[in-house]
């Protein structure tokens, strides 16, 4: 049974075709997160959910029921917005049972159930106080209890932690994550975040230019990414890039690189690229699938590069390594003490069990 | 310690002036109490006299007696009526042009150019038409007329003011299960609440002091002080303390209507002069 299932939707603004054809099914329960840049129509697609705008073709099902007509308050949504939308001349209590109060609900539930969101947000103590009195964390709390108190079939959030410092916002995303796990309900949030994509989603689904570009379980998308748009977006440092070309080696498939290194693909690897010798292709290497070569590791798949390191960034327990690789600059995650000043030159090991081969046409990933 | 006493210098400075220019601006009106309650021989004695020898009520009872008052309370009916009427129709359409763009982007500036007409163009046509519907002298011709006058200013100025609201504001308020209709009295009204009470004092006192309108289209039934007083400046003479104790009674409504919602006019200014 889903919750909510999109077909073939489109919306535009005047001459901006902002979403263009989503099919989107959810299940019942599930964290879903519409992750993409600006302006690739993430909130767009919940702001069509919600019905505070209206879809210029395809059908919106909430709970098996199609939508497209429904006023917002009749499609048993709730939503938390950017900016909280709080009321400024109400005080927390009100706030949260506003909506509440607009379904005619007896005082005394009223009551109980405001009491109960607030005491799950730690918000218990706020009740009688005025938003303008309350800090931006304590701001968004209230803002999601005026959604949990609602019982809707279907939570909304639209950049909820956007407007939180970064330490606010690690917070909430625990919390908000618990929150789910607290009430099983389905929820869709829409972040430019790809680390809050990755670290609460059950399942991402990743926009572009106001299509579906790739969707799935957030360890998916990172490990098998279907177009190099993906592979680039999730991650941080982003994935390298390196423009080479596939020649037959001794036995196996080798990248060869533009400074003339070859690197030898596993054997495992080299099924799927038959018939693809000659051919330009892009290399990506996830920076922390590069390390120090060690003596003696004879691990399969590693291939040793000797690199010169440009750029030194420590951070704590890793140090980003910059150097060049081919014609691009690339950066390796390297434990904190494998290279210490720029210049030096150390032998990178590159782990190729775990590159991704793009085809430069295309941009889809082949291997 | 010397930067203390200059400061001192500098506020008392301040303080003597402001009372100085307040002083000067009361004079006018104080001196319009005075003379509604002077005899005639005090009003026009020389060197003129700061303060009557004794308080005359009198031209007060002259007008209660003569029904002359009642001028007052039919300014009140169509100036309150209308400035009603006025505020709840122009909000919907400020509302309407400020959220779904009704009329494109040049509706609302064609709707304060209305405003602009100059009152004395439109007024014999309007005579015309109102001889034809039987509106001449009636409250409902003056109230329509002056409701319809002050649209324009009306939508003009909480359309700004609606555009102020965070429009977030008024979409939780849907989502969480309300209509538009409901969501316009929890959100829009009272995030305006300000700006809704400064337009509704002006568009109370244009109505108020409005003369021309009110001139050409009463007679006798519902004539507004502001005609009333002009009775009284007659071929031969004019009756002074008539005219003070008329005065008198036109400006102290609008003394207690502000003097009530002060706080709120001084926001509307500076609310108004952020967005129009």
């Known amino acids: 049974m889903s919750d909510l299932k999109i077909t073939a939707l489109h919306k535009y603004y005047g001459e901006v075709h902002a979403v263009k054809g989503v099919d989107l099914e959810i299940p019942a329960g599930e964290f879903t997160v519409l992750v993409g840049q600006s302006g690739c129509g993430k909130s767009t697609l919940l702001r069509t959910i919600a019905g505070l705008e209206t879809a210029d073709a395809g059908t919106i099902e909430i709970g098996g029921e199609v939508v497209n007509d429904h006023a917002p308050r009749d499609r048993d949504i709730a939503m938390v917005f950017q900016n909280y939308a709080l009321y400024p001349y109400m005080k927390v209590y009100e706030n949260i049972a506003f909506g509440l109060r607009a379904r005619r609900t007896p005082r005394a539930e009223i009551d109980a159930k405001v009491r109960k969101a607030a005491q799950m947000l730690a918000i218990d103590h706020l009740l009688e106080r005025y938003p303008r009195q309350l800090s931006g964390g304590q701001l968004q709390r209230v803002a999601i209890g005026r959604a949990v108190v609602r019982n809707a079939r279907l939570y909304l959030f639209d950049e909820p932690l956007s407007n939180l410092d970064a330490q606010l916002r690690d917070e909430m995303r625990g919390e908000i994550k618990r929150l789910h796990q607290d009430l099983g309900k389905t929820m869709i949030y829409v972040t430019h975040d790809q680390i809050e994509a990755m670290t609460m989603a059950d399942r991402i689904v990743l926009l572009r230019e106001g299509r579906i570009e790739q969707q799935g379980a957030p360890l998916d998308l990172y490990e098998r990414p279907a177009t190099r748009y993906v592979a680039g977006f999730l991650g941080s440092p982003t994935m390298n890039f390196i423009d080479a070309s596939l020649e037959r080696g001794n036995d196996a498939l080798n990248v060869r690189l533009c400074d003339g290194t070859s690197l030898a693909l596993p054997m495992a690897r080299t099924a799927k690229l038959a018939g693809r010798e000659g051919q330009r292709v892009v290399l990506g290497v996830r920076p922390e699938h590069m390390s120090r070569a060690l003596a003696g590791d004879t691990r399969s798949g590693l291939v040793r590069y000797e690199a010169r390191i440009d750029l030194v960034q420590p951070t704590g327990a890793r140090t980003y390594a910059t150097f060049r690789m081919g014609d691009t600059e690339a950066v390796a995650e390297l434990l904190a003490h494998d290279v210490s000043q720029p210049g030096e030159r150390i032998g990178l090991a590159i782990d190729m069990n775990r590159v991704i081969l793009i085809d430069p046409g295309s941009d889809a990933v082949i291997g | ?276």
Not at chain 2, 149 to 157: A, D, G, H, K, S
Request: include cysteine.
């Open chain 2, 1 to 276: 310690m010397k930067a203390a006493h200059r400061n001192r210098l500098k506020l008392a400075v301040r303080l003597a002036a402001a009372t100085l220019i307040t002083l000067l601006f009361l004079f006018p009106i104080y001196w319009l109490f005075m003379i509604s309650f002077k005899t005639p021989d005090e009003i026009f004695s020389y060197p003129p006299k700061w303060w009557p020898a004794q308080l005359q009520f009198s031209s007060y009872a002259v007008l209660f007696r003569d029904g002359d008052a009642t001028t007052v309370l039919n300014s009140l009916i169509v100036a309150g009526t209308s400035t009603v009427l006025a505020m709840f129709i122009g909000t919907l359409c400020a509302y309407s042009i400020a959220r779904f763009r009704t009329g494109g982007d040049n509706l609302a500036n064609w709707i304060i150019s209305q405003r602009m007409v100059p009152p004395i163009a439109v007024v014999f046509p309007i005579f015309l038409l109102y001889v034809w519907l039987g509106l001449v002298d009636t409250f409902p011709g003056l109230i329509l007329l002056y409701t319809a006058f002050n649209l324009p200013y009306v939508i003009w100025m909480m359309r700004g003011y609606i555009l102020d609201i965070p429009i977030a504001l008024e979409e939780a308020a849907l989502v969480d299960g309300y209509t538009r209709w409901q969501m316009l009295w929890k959100v829009v009204f009272p995030m305006s609440r300000a700006g809704l009470f400064a337009t509704a004092i002006f568009t109370f006192v244009f109505a108020w002091n409005e003369f021309l309108f009110a001139l050409v289209l009463t007679r006798t039934e519902v004539t507004t002080y502001t005609v009333q007083v002009t009775h009284y400046f007659g071929g031969q003479s004019n009756f002074w303390s008539k005219i003070s104790a008329m005065s008198v009674l036109g400006t102290l409504p609008i003394f207690i209507i502000v003097g009530f919602m002060q706080r709120y006019l001084v926001r509307g200014f500076s609310l108004g002069a952020v967005k129009g």
